[in-house]
């Protein structure tokens, strides 16, 4: 699942070491860095290093830093060839190759900006770090996945995409962090089997390990013969948000890593107790808000099972804000896995039974029902743009984890609501047009970006009007 870091330096005399050294072993390190980066941005075909006298075994670390700490140069390739002189193995220059134009960078940059303020803009003002950190390790869990044709390595064609692999999980999450203000840097692992990478941060003076690649893991459900029958379909899960060197060890990929920038030690374990590691539940969080869907299961097929929606606070103090009951899914087989999820669909709160979606309703103080039509729902995630992915089981009588016919579908949220009433009116459209118009408006964002271009303006309302008119 988690593997490949693309950064590779392909040498034209020397291959570089893989071992990074601290940056202050390399003189006027951060001089070398603000060429390479000043030649990236200004599109240069080559950058001359030949001032600073570089080793050829240090480059790739000050490449690798730069890569790590600047996820909006994603404008070029991984593969940098580094020239070096062969009597003195100093680096004389490197030779990028760019995936796209000046021009066609300045657009897709941005794009990519309005990506980190549109997510950055989601948390409260008043919010502390770590629930800036909960936030958004939450939100990329719940609205991205992996990438498991490996192609995707970049934060840019992450957001477009919705996906990427560890390294493209790695760079979001540092983009987004340093646009809160949060200190982020990265963890390499190097080794040619594990090969993965994550963030570290630091938090009240400590530093702490966050893999949301490794929580965001999804998971193949196979029969007893090895045959994938279905992929499972869920929140996520927190066992990689905010742990200590010892814990981050007990996972798979994991065992050794440098860490970009210089060495930290994560020795605080004050955070692997906390609400978030009790329940193995999603959480969401909805303007500065962390809620959580706990249930209480039921022993025998056709009871009732209750659903406690709560609200959470930061020393984990759980209140209850509403209670769903259904008949519970418990079939002839076995309960092998929660089927419910909940998540924020901007600033509102949704979620996924096993036979309804429903959304919370803050002005009420109560849950809705959104749709009942469904049933045999055993997982679900929301993908972004309103929609929600769904896995259904076939027979949910005779339903087994190891042997059931699985199937997917997309529920969408009705996209041009601007008054959260669930529906999309004439009212709807008149309202967006006075805020075009005007300007003025608080809507949800989410489900009003009918192009997705990030903006809210004509061409939403042109879309809208038009689908109106489809209907």
Same mark, same amino acid.
């Given at each position: 699942?988690?593997?490949?870091?693309?950064?590779?330096?392909?040498?034209?005399?020397?291959?570089? +070491?893989?071992?990074?050294?601290?940056?202050?072993?390399?003189?006027?390190?951060?001089?070398?860095? @603000?060429?390479?980066?000043?030649?990236?941005?200004?599109?240069?075909?080559?950058?001359?290093?030949? @001032?600073?006298?570089?080793?050829?075994?240090?480059?790739?670390?000050?490449?690798?830093?730069?890569?790590?700490?600047?996820?909006?140069?994603?404008?070029?390739?991984?593969?940098?060839?580094?020239?070096?002189?062969?009597?003195?193995?100093?680096?004389?220059?490197?030779?990028?190759?760019?995936?796209?134009?000046?021009?066609?960078?300045?657009?897709?940059?941005?794009?990519?900006?309005?990506?980190?303020?549109?997510?950055?803009?989601?948390?409260?003002?008043?919010?502390?770090?770590?629930?800036?950190?909960?936030?958004?390790?939450?939100?990329?869990?719940?609205?991205?996945?992996?990438?498991?044709?490996?192609?995707?390595?970049?934060?840019?064609?992450?957001?477009?995409?919705?996906?990427?692999?560890?390294?493209?999980?790695?760079?979001?999450?540092?983009?987004?962090? @340093?646009?809160?203000?949060?200190?982020?840097? +990265?963890?390499?692992?190097?080794?040619?089997?594990?090969?993965?990478?994550?963030?570290?941060?630091?938090?009240?003076?400590?530093?702490?390990?966050?893999?949301?690649?490794?929580?965001?893991?999804?998971?193949?459900?196979?029969?007893?013969?090895?045959?994938?029958?279905?992929?499972?379909?869920?929140?996520?899960?927190? %066992?990689?948000?905010?742990?200590?060197?010892?814990?981050?060890?007990?996972?798979?990929?994991?065992?050794?890593?440098?860490?970009?920038?210089?060495?930290?030690?994560?020795?605080?374990?004050?955070?692997?107790?906390?609400?978030?590691?009790?329940?193995?539940?999603?959480?969401?969080?909805?303007?500065?808000?962390?809620?959580?869907?706990?249930?209480?299961?039921?022993?025998?097929?056709?009871?009732?099972?209750?659903? @406690?929606?709560?609200?959470?606070?930061?020393?984990?103090?759980?209140?209850?804000?509403?209670?769903?009951?259904?008949?519970?899914?418990?079939?002839?087989?076995?309960?092998?896995?929660?089927?419910?999820?909940?998540?924020?669909?901007?600033?509102?709160?949704?979620?996924?039974?096993?036979?309804?979606?429903?959304?919370?309703?803050?002005?009420?103080? %109560?849950?809705?029902?959104?749709?009942?039509?469904?049933?045999?729902?055993?997982?679900?995630?929301?993908?972004?743009?309103?929609?929600?992915?769904?896995?259904?089981?076939?027979?949910?009588?005779?339903?087994?984890?190891?042997?059931?016919?699985?199937?997917?579908?997309?529920?969408?949220?009705?996209?041009?609501?601007?008054?959260?009433?669930?529906?999309?009116?004439?009212?709807?459209?008149?309202?967006?047009?006075?805020?075009?118009?005007?300007?003025?408006?608080?809507?949800?964002? %989410?489900?009003?970006?009918?192009?997705?271009?990030?903006?809210?303006?004509?061409?939403?309302?042109?879309?809208?009007?038009?689908?109106?008119?489809?209907?």
């Amino acid at each position: 699942m988690r593997k490949f870091i693309a950064l590779v330096l392909a040498l034209c005399l020397v291959f570089c +070491t893989s071992i990074l050294t601290s940056a202050e072993d390399i003189t006027d390190a951060s001089s070398i860095k @603000q060429q390479i980066i000043e030649g990236l941005t200004a599109f240069k075909e080559e950058i001359d290093l030949r @001032q600073f006298n570089i080793p050829k075994e240090e480059i790739n670390q000050l490449l690798y830093e730069v890569r790590f700490t600047h996820p909006e140069l994603f404008h070029f390739y991984e593969r940098v060839k580094v020239y070096a002189y062969s009597g003195s193995g100093m680096v004389a220059k490197i030779v990028p190759e760019y995936r796209m134009s000046a021009t066609e960078y300045e657009v897709a940059l941005e794009k990519y900006n309005r990506w980190i303020n549109r997510i950055a803009s989601e948390v409260s003002p008043d919010a502390t770090d770590l629930e800036k950190l909960l936030y958004v390790h939450e939100y990329l869990v719940a609205n991205y996945e992996y990438d498991k044709s490996y192609q995707i390595y970049d934060a840019y064609n992450f957001f477009e995409n919705k996906k990427g692999v560890c390294q493209a999980y790695t760079l979001a999450f540092t983009a987004i962090m @340093q646009k809160l203000g949060v200190f982020v840097t +990265t963890a390499l692992n190097l080794d040619s089997v594990e090969n993965h990478c994550w963030n570290i941060v630091r938090l009240d003076g400590k530093y702490y390990h966050v893999d949301v690649t490794g929580d965001d893991a999804t998971y193949a459900i196979k029969d007893s013969h090895d045959n994938v029958l279905g992929e499972l379909i869920d929140g996520g899960s927190r %066992e990689m948000f905010l742990v200590s060197d010892d814990a981050i060890k007990t996972f798979s990929n994991h065992s050794q890593w440098t860490v970009v920038g210089g060495a930290v030690v994560c020795d605080s374990k004050i955070y692997e107790d906390k609400f978030w590691n009790d329940y193995q539940h999603p959480l969401a969080t909805v303007n500065g808000e962390v809620y959580q869907m706990i249930s209480e299961y039921s022993t025998t097929y056709d009871d009732e099972e209750q659903i @406690q929606i709560y609200r959470i606070d930061a020393s984990g103090e759980r209140t209850v804000i509403a209670n769903l009951s259904f008949p519970a899914f418990i079939s002839a087989g076995y309960y092998c896995f929660d089927v419910f999820n909940i998540f924020a669909v901007g600033d509102e709160l949704y979620g996924v039974t096993n036979n309804r979606i429903w959304r919370y309703n803050f002005e009420k103080g %109560e849950a809705e029902i959104v749709d009942n039509s469904y049933s045999n729902i055993i997982g679900a995630s929301y993908i972004g743009n309103g929609k929600i992915k769904l896995m259904f089981v076939e027979d949910i009588d005779h339903f087994y984890c190891d042997h059931s016919v699985y199937s997917y579908g997309y529920y969408q949220l009705p996209l041009g609501d601007t008054d959260g009433d669930g529906e999309f009116a004439p009212y709807d459209l008149i309202t967006f047009k006075k805020y075009i118009l005007t300007g003025n408006g608080d809507f949800n964002a %989410e489900l009003l970006d009918l192009n997705g271009d990030l903006i809210l303006d004509i061409l939403d309302f042109i879309r809208m009007k038009k689908n109106m008119v489809l209907d």
